[in-house]
């Protein structure tokens, strides 16, 4: 797939998230904008396609981080418990922080997730049985032991609702002013862009990264702190889009290989197109209603999910 069909497709799919919603919004309005139409158009519209593309974008490139640092392919924020540590970092916040802000929920979650993704990490290396399947089941029983943790003491501080209503992925709340913590997203997936090479090498292994005289525990630990830093923003900004730094990377290196520095771009592009797929289906399926972000991803992403699984002995 040439990325200038992914670029095409990612155009067309924006122009087409601005003009779906409840209230009717056409092409032919742009030249006569009343008050009303330009608040939808600039106050909500904008605003939810920028928060997609970002949380696209950057999630993907989570997922192809941690893939190429643990080098299994079924390794991603969802499947290492990434996502559950932010979850528990963020009902910290509310049960202790209860008047903080969303940038100081936004770090403690990142304190956690960042807790989480290390501990993870220090699993994996005392697994002697690094089987392609095993390893992600592992990541899974650990991320279902911290959400036990987290709606346990939901549940004894009575804020169980709030936590489920509020951290299911949902872009329908995205308006001026509740979206931009996402933009810390942005020169992280830079920074993601020029450490590539070093995260490749990273990947082979600790005695190849010494031997090409590269520091490998802390190109890892610059991976994770992005990986945990961009998962805790977007966690505390949309909620938890579950499989998407799984699946994309997948099917990006299907058919580009394993050069992280050349899937990069690959990966932002089909990341932010296939969540803005999901969140337009979302939005006609039940017209004039929607169904949140967290659910389309959740149900298409694990029956593609359930199909590299059963194909992984042609992609490992």
Known sequence: MKKRYLVIALVILSITSLFIGAKDLSVFD????S????????????????SIIIAGISMSICGLIMQQLTRNKFVSPTTAGTEDSARLGILVSLIIFTSASP??????????????????MKILDKIKF???IFIPLVGLMFGSIVGSITTFF???????????SWLQGNFSLMIQGRYELLYISIPLVIIAYLYANKFTIAGMGEEFSINLGLNHKQIVNIGLVIV????SVVTITVGIIPFLGLIIPNIVTIYQGDNLKKNLPHTALLGAAFVLICDILGRIIIYPYEIAIGVMVGVIGSGIFLYLLLRRNAYE
């Open 30 to 33: 742009l030249f006569r904008l």
């Open 130 to 132: 690094k089987d392609a």
């Open 103 to 120: 940038l100081e929920k936004m770090l403690v979650a990142f304190v956690f997730s960042l807790a989480g993704t290390f501990i993870f």
């Open 154 to 164: 939901a549940y004894k501080n009575n804020i169980v609702q709030n936590m489920s």
């Open 35 to 50: 008050e009303e139409q330009y608040q939808i158009l600039f106050v909500s519209r904008f605003p939810r396609l920028m």
């Open 228 to 231: 945990a830093l961009v998962t």
